[in-house]
Structure formats: structure tokens, C-alpha cells
T-cell receptor
Framework: DTGVSQDPRHKITKRGQNVTFRCDPI?????LYWYRQTLGQGPEFLTY????????KSRLLSDRFSAERPKGSFSTLEIQRTEQGDSAMYLC??????????????FGSGTQLSVL | AQTVTQSQPEMSVQEAETVTLSCTYD???????LFWYKQPPSRQMILVIR??????QNATENRFSVNFQKAAKSFSLKISDSQLGDAAMYFC????????????FGTGTRLQVTL
């Protein structure tokens, strides 16, 4: 168990550019979540996958955001035409769902995005 | 929609002492989960403790315990015998039952631990 891995750790980009983040969940975890955390706030839910299916998206996820989880393994979060308001830390978490067991999230260390 | 409020932006405690972090929430649901997460400078959110709303007994995990007051919608975290490693941001979070882990977090409390 190597934990949830996120890459890159930091990303600086200019307004209008596209960026992509990657999350590698814990092996065999079937759920994967994306959260966004702005300065001075707690994380906010963006979207989640069960295996390769994206089951829910928050209203926070505008059309410029897209997430994928091909083959139910790693996930990518892409932001197109970045805006300064997109500056935040993007957290990924994974969990394993089996029957009615309590779900426990394991978080990565996040990708800190700065849009200049 | 559910809301979570943490009214203490910062708290300080001396090593080996006890500190209590406050959290209140608002919901119309009768069954739900509440959590306390710790976020150290490494940025990784770590689950500290979890409480199911249907359980009257307060959850405990070693030096960490909660005071869950369902009627008052209050969920405080008590850290006993504080250690330097406890210094971090602490977030209270809410989750509805029957759904995925779409957590609603508070704004956090920064805990400092002094010698």
C-alpha cells in the first residue's frame, strides 16, 4: 500500500492555458474522488468515480473541467482555459467499497495550482 | 443543504494538556456521519475519528474523543495529552448516509502545540 499519489505537486500556469492533473489511487480501490480546496477553506467535493464510471459531478465543476478514469485505475482532471479563480489545491482520494462496510477515504497530498 | 461551522480559526495548547475543538452543523437529516480530519503541512487529509449519528455513544480513538450532541447539532473533538505532532489544521466534516463520500467540510481550526 503506497498510498494515493498525485502529480504534479505544484503547477504554475498562465491564464487561458490548459492543465491536467493525475491521481493514482491505492491499488484495488474502486472509488476515486476529486476535491478542491481554496485558501482558508475546507475541501469541496467536485466529482467521483466508481470503477471507470463517473457517477456524480458537483455544480462547482464547470464545463471547463473534465475528469476521466479510464480502465478504473488512475484518474486525470483537466481544466481548460484556466482562470485565476481556479487557483486552489486539488485533492484526490480513494476508497474501497465492499458491501455495506464503512467507507474510509484515503487522500493524496494534492496538486497546488496557481494561475497567473 | 448541509453546512458545517468551525468558529475557532486558531487554537493553542501546551504539550501534554487537553484541548477541545468545536464544530456545529446544520441538517434536516436524521441519519448521517460526522468526521474529524487532520491536515498537517504535508497537505494530506488524515481521518482522525468518525461518528455515526444513530450511535449515542461518543467515538474514541486513543487520545482523541468526541462529544456528539445530536439535538444541539454539535460535534466537538477533544485531544488529550497533546503532542507536538498534533499540530495541524483540523477539519470537521459531514456526510449523508446512503450516498458516496461527498463530504461537506468546515473551514478548519489551526492547532498549535507549544512546549
Amino acid at each position: 500500500d503506497t498510498g494515493v499519489s498525485q502529480d504534479p505537486r505544484h503547477k504554475i500556469t498562465k491564464r487561458g492555458q490548459n492543465v491536467t492533473f493525475r491521481c493514482d489511487p491505492i491499488s484495488e480501490h474502486n472509488r476515486l474522488y476529486w476535491y478542491r480546496q481554496t485558501l482558508g477553506q475546507g475541501p469541496e467535493f467536485l466529482t467521483y468515480f466508481q470503477n471507470e464510471a463517473q457517477l456524480e459531478k458537483s455544480r462547482l465543476l464547470s464545463d471547463r473541467f473534465s475528469a476521466e478514469r479510464p480502465k478504473g485505475s488512475f484518474s486525470t482532471l483537466e481544466i481548460q482555459r484556466t482562470e485565476q479563480g481556479d487557483s486552489a489545491m486539488y485533492l484526490c482520494a480513494s476508497s474501497i467499497i465492499s458491501g455495506a462496510t464503512n467507507e474510509k477515504l484515503f487522500f493524496g497530498s494534492g496538486t497546488q495550482l496557481s494561475v497567473l | 443543504a448541509q453546512t458545517v461551522t468551525q468558529s475557532q480559526p486558531e487554537m493553542s495548547v501546551q504539550e501534554a494538556e487537553t484541548v477541545t475543538l468545536s464544530c456545529t452543523y446544520d441538517t434536516s437529516e436524521s441519519d448521517y456521519y460526522l468526521f474529524w480530519y487532520k491536515q498537517p503541512p504535508s497537505r494530506q487529509m488524515i481521518l482522525v475519528i468518525r461518528q455515526e449519528a444513530y450511535k449515542q455513544q461518543n467515538a474514541t480513538e486513543n487520545r482523541f474523543s468526541v462529544n456528539f450532541q445530536k439535538a444541539a447539532k454539535s460535534f466537538s473533538l477533544k485531544i488529550s495529552d497533546s503532542q507536538l505532532g498534533d499540530a495541524a489544521m483540523y477539519f470537521c466534516a459531514y456526510r449523508s448516509t446512503g450516498t458516496a463520500s461527498k463530504l461537506t467540510f468546515g473551514t478548519g481550526t489551526r492547532l498549535q502545540v507549544t512546549l
